[in-house]
């Protein structure tokens, strides 16, 4: 099975695609409306510096806006938009969760090499396994609590820069496959986070709203 092997299966996806489309033009983003959702962000300077190597070779292709430093994450799941859930429901969730992720080993992560998908250029983050453990706790709750189902299937990835118009793939995909080389950058995970997200422009910002320690 292909996802026995992020890192080709990632690139084969991206490698074939005819054309990229905006990932700002997504269903529910209305002016002003916020999200709540289950990030691990990283404090990770091998990330950080890995992430602006990249972002400094496709600088000059406009249909990309990078991805700030403090705005790398890897998203677990999208929660609700923050007007589609009461706050009783929220702390419930947040101490649901809590519990059991306080049976879950902390963990580290390679991020990279380099691919992408329709809307994004993005890193591959292996080994999965522990990403699927945290991502089934978070969607069993998420039912357990009455929250409809995430449709998108769920592959691990963390983003430096979102499409911002629909244009042809190759151009990009020829650059990124001249990154893929790149060493990854080895990250700790040590706790899941549930924030706030929003836009300003043509970037995501966050308010961090609960801090879930994984068991140490």
Not at 125 to 153: F, H, K, N, Q, Y
């Amino acid at each position: 099975m292909s996802e026995h092997d992020p890192v080709h299966d990632d690139w084969e996806r991206f490698r074939v695609l005819p054309s990229m489309t905006d990932h700002w033009d997504r269903p529910g983003w209305t002016p002003g409306r916020s999200s709540f959702h289950w990030f691990l962000t990283f404090d990770s300077a091998a990330l950080r510096d890995l992430a602006a190597t990249c972002q400094q070779q496709l600088h000059d292709l406009a249909c990309l806006d990078p991805v700030p430093a403090e705005g790398l994450h890897l998203t677990v799941r999208r929660l609700a938009f923050t007007d589609e859930i009461d706050p009783a429901t929220l702390v419930a969730v947040t101490r649901r969760v809590a519990e059991r992720c306080r049976d879950q080993p902390a963990f580290r992560l390679r991020v990279g090499p380099l691919a992408g998908s329709s809307g994004a250029v993005r890193f591959t983050v292996t080994p999965w396994e522990p990403l699927i453990r945290l991502r089934g706790s978070v969607d069993d709750v998420s039912s357990a609590c009455g929250l409809p189902a995430v449709e998108r299937r769920f592959r691990p990835h963390v983003g430096i820069a979102y499409c911002n118009r629909d244009t042809p793939a190759e151009p990009i995909i020829h650059r990124v496959a001249g990154l893929r080389d790149l060493p990854p950058a080895e990250v700790s995970v040590a706790d899941l986070r549930l924030v706030r997200l929003y836009r300003e422009g043509r970037t995501y910002q966050w308010d961090t709203v609960a801090v879930v320690p994984l068991s140490a």
